[in-house]
């Protein structure tokens, strides 16, 4: 009896363990977004997310995509962070 007893506790603490290790807030990944045609470079809302890195961007003059974490408040698009860092930047060679 005293087992079974043990048994539930031990199985009712681990679900309550699984429980709280799910609330806690993910760790956001960076994205990829593609800069609109013709969009502003500094607006989140001229890029739209990407399913992977940008296959048609080549080292040029004018921006054409950016790795950003995305903006929880605004899904899609990038943080506005991550659209001021030019350290992000892929670039086209003409736009």
């Given at each position: 009896m005293?087992?079974?007893?043990?048994a539930?506790?031990?199985?009712?603490?681990?679900?309550?363990?699984?429980?709280?290790?799910?609330?806690?807030p993910?760790?956001?990944?960076?994205q990829?977004?593609?800069?609109?045609?013709?969009g502003?470079p500094?607006?989140?809302n001229?890029?739209?997310i990407?399913?992977?890195?940008?296959?048609?961007c080549?080292?040029?003059?004018?921006?054409?995509?950016?790795?950003?974490?995305e903006d929880?408040t605004?899904?899609?698009?990038p943080t506005q962070?991550?659209?001021?860092d030019?350290?992000?930047e892929v670039?086209r060679?003409?736009?």
């Open positions: 005293n087992l079974s007893m043990l539930i506790l031990l199985g009712t603490a681990l679900a309550v363990a699984g429980v709280e290790g799910n609330s806690q993910e760790e956001q990944q960076e990829w977004f593609l800069l609109q045609m013709g502003d500094s607006d989140p001229d890029y739209t990407t399913g992977g890195s940008p296959s048609n080549v080292v040029g003059d004018h921006r054409c995509a950016i790795l950003a974490e929880a605004n899904p899609g698009k962070d991550g659209v001021d030019p350290a992000r670039f060679s003409q736009q």
